[in-house]
């Protein structure tokens, strides 16, 4: 049974990208170093790579001052309308004590209430570098648009407009938007593969929402991310067209469903160490519970239960990263998975 599981997830890997419309040719990265900032917690750089001829890739890498050697390090990949700079930095201090990009992205916290997470710094304490991408059509790779902070509803509507966009020049390429986003994501390990800071045999990936969703997406076809953590963004294909959820086009692959569900998509991580955290106020039961159902099974088929660890949190979408022990368990368990 366990062979036969092995032979379909390979068969599965190759439908998957088929379907997505495949990846095109690596390109030279061309890597620019925009600029750099060092503060007394860690030294920050700005920076853009190539992903593909004609598309620049925004990036941020972030690396605690004080501890030496190659790092382990951990891609962080934001949530829809979100950026690379707030997913590191959060919303805690404003304005930041330095410069960073797209700052008209951020979320009006003071009006909203702060339901963003706390800054992925912290994680920093666990002796991780980190580093992040502006999705398509997010951060420094939006068009021009209104302040997020002066007119919330003019701000998602640009953002939904460029993305509509996007899809459509998918459509025409005869790919997809998670091809895109996924490719970016490769071409990021490819870029921290050049690093002699970075110990590129422990990366591990944490998303949150459409980051949670494009972690696992990108970990079960990419061998170089060794654990991932997920966090509000475990729903069926099913679920999420009954229930209005999972709204960007990067969550539609073309065909899929003639293979597979997405649940077994997801199971597909095993054995590489898994930690999904989801709320019981965000995606209801019967969206989220195949998907555990079927990843715990799969872990356990090939005898890597340990693997294998889901938290029910309460609380709505993203809540758990406003608790510091949440940063916390996912530090740890980092930590266990990549430099145990």
């Known amino acids: 049974m366990t062979q036969a599981w092995l032979k379909r997830r390979k068969e599965l890997q190759e439908v998957y990208i088929r379907c997505m419309g495949g990846f095109p040719p690596r390109c030279n990265l061309a890597v620019d170093v925009v600029r750099q900032v060092t503060t007394k917690q860690f030294e920050a750089q700005w920076l853009r790579f190539s992903s593909e ?64 997470p706390l800054p992925l710094t912290f994680l920093l304490d666990h002796g991780f570098a980190l580093m992040s991408i502006d999705a398509r059509v997010f951060g420094a790779r939006a068009n021009d648009r209104p302040d997020n902070t002066a007119d919330r509803g003019a701000f998602t509507a640009a953002s939904w407009s460029q993305y509509h966009l996007l899809m459509r020049r998918a459509v025409l390429e005869g790919r997809s938007a998670a091809a895109m986003e996924v490719w970016d994501i490769i071409r990021a390990i490819d870029y921290l593969e050049t690093r002699d800071d970075v110990d590129t045999s422990r990366i591990g990936c944490l998303g949150l929402s459409m980051g949670g969703n494009l972690s696992w997406m990108t970990a079960i076809i990419e061998s170089r991310i060794r654990a991932v953590c997920t966090v509000s963004c475990l729903t069926t294909f099913e679920a999420a067209l009954k229930y209005g959820r999972d709204g960007g086009w990067y969550a539609w692959i073309p065909g899929i469903a003639r293979h597979t569900t997405r649940q077994e998509l997801l199971s597909m991580m095993a054995p590489c160490p898994l930690l999904c955290w989801e709320g019981d106020e965000d995606f209801p039961a019967e969206a989220r519970q195949p998907m555990v159902d079927e990843a715990r099974a799969k872990y356990d088929l090939l005898g890597v239960p340990e693997n294998f660890r889901s938290i029910l949190f309460h609380g709505e979408h993203g809540a758990c990263l406003r608790d510091p022990a949440t940063l916390a368990e996912i530090g740890h368990w980092f930590a266990r998975h990549l430099d145990g």
Request: hydrophobic letters at 35%.
């Open 53 to 116: 001829e004609s598309e620049r890739v925004p990036g941020l890498f972030v690396k605690p001052r004080r501890v030496r050697g190659p790092l382990s390090v951990i891609l962080a990949l934001p949530g829809g309308h979100r950026t690379k700079d707030l997913m590191l930095f959060g919303h805690e201090q404003w304005p930041l004590p330095f410069e960073i990009e797209s700052p008209h992205h951020r979320f009006p916290v003071e009006k909203l209430g702060n339901y963003e």
